[in-house]
């Protein structure tokens, strides 16, 4: 009875994969899914007749429909044999005898004999595995990072080290597919009805790759802030997601190699909220008062703020506050702050016209001999 079995089974089994079939993508996919297999149209949802195939077997002349923003891997035995990165329709062919097909113009005697044989071999399932899987070619959103706590970085135009948490998220791309799949993908996902996804809390490898890119948040600050040729502060990363984005890719490739060995780059960031450490927000209030009060705006800066020194000692204190408001622009003055221009000091009066007046006032009694004396030796000099 086994043996009856076996060859009934084997039997039904190669009538079934004679079918030529339709392969898509399957509906009701997420934005952020980024390896599934090709769905078979005669078997999906009931749109087809053929529900008995083989799902590991592609019939020669079954067609393929590449959509837009997506590559095709083609397998066979679990390795690649394939790739198409051009969107189109395609028809399957395989000198692989699991793949020949009477309706496929490969006879009909001898593709159901050995066929069956092949199968009768393997329990009545075919001697061969073929799939096709899609990968995604587009950026693939709502990645997202975060910190629990702080990270630090040495700041070059900061000169100090300084710290923040941080959260945001990033679109990933599959730039390499080959590399993806062989060096990255787990097996567990290279079967029917499985949906590589990177946002999936439960994919393991997904989550190993939150944890590269929170490791990588430091150096990439880093490398942005200190960007000689940039100019970068801290206070622009949120406006900046593609410049940002470079410095956080290139940090991820220098500590794990995502590009060259997992065919995977990081591609614009969008970070939400950056919450700095006490000391870095005293520093940043520090540079901010430094930037509001430099050229020519401290100047006038200055000047409004001594006028109402002025103003204020002058309603308060008199001539000894106004003191006061004199020490305070000169310790401005001592500092990078330019201060007001003084007024030019009025021209020296001319001797001989201190003499005369002086004389004038002599001979009318208002000042005496020694007085005139005095007053001449001073404007002579003597």
Do not use: C, H
């Amino acid at each position: 009875m086994g043996l009856v079995q076996a060859v009934k089974g084997a039997v039904g089994g190669v009538l079934a994969d004679q079918w030529k079939d339709f392969y898509t993508v399957p509906a009701g996919l997420p934005s952020t899914a980024a390896l599934f297999a090709a769905v078979p149209q005669g078997t999906n949802a009931g749109r087809g007749s053929n529900t008995s195939g083989s799902s590991n077997i592609i019939t020669n002349g079954s067609k393929i429909v590449v959509p837009e923003g997506y590559g095709l891997l083609l397998f066979q035995d679990g390795a690649i044999t394939g790739f198409v990165a051009e969107p189109g329709g395609y028809e399957w062919r395989s000198d692989d005898l699991n793949s020949q097909s009477i309706f496929a113009g490969d006879g009909i005697v001898t593709p159901l004999i050995k066929q069956s044989w092949e199968r009768f071999k393997f329990g009545g399932q075919p001697g061969g595995q073929q799939a096709a899987f899609f990968v995604s070619l587009k950026e693939l959103p709502d990645n997202r990072f975060g910190t629990q706590s702080e990270i630090y970085w040495d700041d070059g135009f900061l000169n100090t080290q300084v710290g923040a948490i941080t959260r945001g998220s990033y679109t990933l791309k599959i730039v390499d597919p080959i590399l993806f799949v062989k060096n990255f993908v787990p097996a567990a996902y290279l079967q029917p009805g499985k949906v590589f996804d990177f946002t999936d809390l439960d994919n393991a490898a997904a989550s190993q790759l939150f944890n590269e890119v929170v490791g990588s948040l430091a150096p990439a600050f880093s490398l942005y802030t200190n960007d000689p040729g940039k100019g970068n502060r801290i206070t622009k990363l949120q406006q900046d997601s593609l410049g940002f984005a470079q410095s956080l890719s290139a940090a991820v490739e220098q500590g794990y190699q995502w590009k060259s060995d997992r065919g995977l780059a990081i591609v614009k960031t969008a970070i939400v909220s950056i919450e700095y450490d006490a000391n870095t927000r005293e520093l940043l209030k520090t540079v901010q008062r430094a930037d509001a009060l430099s050229g020519g705006r401290g100047n006038s800066n200055l000047q409004a703020s001594v006028a109402q020194g002025i103003q204020s000692a002058g309603e308060n204190g008199g001539a000894a506050g106004l003191v006061g408001v004199g020490m305070a622009s000169g310790m401005f003055g001592a500092g990078s702050l330019q201060q007001p221009v003084a007024p030019a000091a009025p021209a020296a009066e001319d001797p001989v016209a201190k003499l005369t007046k002086a004389k004038e006032m002599l001979d009318l009694g208002l000042i005496t001999q020694d007085d005139y004396n005095a007053l001449k030796a001073k404007a002579l000099g003597l």
